[in-house]
């Protein structure tokens, strides 16, 4: 880990758009830390400036959590797809594994990594990157 990694501060930036457009910002953990941007994306860069100036740090240790405020029925649709992305990572995740596991398997049968392929319905170049990742079993001291 490295310095900035273990001086990095996590801010949570309350986000509102006003009605000519533009965004406010402020910091919900220190309320007087305060800007604007026409972007949300400008508004949170301005953000990250202001709070390193206020908290006397660079700018690069500011960790900002956008929290928008937002009419109760688009908040609830944000939540919603937040969680499915969320379920997607996971499920990636998870056929990743058993791709793996499965290619490591077959393999192991004395089965080639294109019949390999063949049978997970992935290339042969994937079958030998999965098997190039795979963690080795530990030995056991003795």
Request: net charge positive; charged share 35%.
């Amino acid at each position: 880990m490295t310095n900035v990694e273990e001086n990095m501060k996590t801010y949570t930036a309350r986000l509102e758009r006003e009605k000519d457009g533009r965004w406010t910002v402020e910091l919900e953990e220190e309320p007087r830390v305060h800007t604007w941007g026409k972007t949300v994306e400008q508004a949170l860069a301005r953000m990250r400036e202001a709070a390193a100036l206020w908290f006397q740090i660079e700018e690069d240790q500011i960790e900002l959590v956008p929290r928008p405020v937002l009419p109760k029925s688009a908040d609830r649709t944000v939540e919603q797809a937040r969680q499915a992305r969320e379920q997607a990572r996971s499920a990636d995740r998870l056929a990743l594994e058993r791709t793996r596991k499965a290619a490591a398997t077959l393999t192991s049968r004395g089965i080639s990594m294109r019949d390999a392929a063949a049978i997970l319905g992935i290339s042969h170049q994937r079958v030998h990157q999965l098997l190039a990742t795979e963690v080795p079993p530990r030995r056991k001291a003795g």
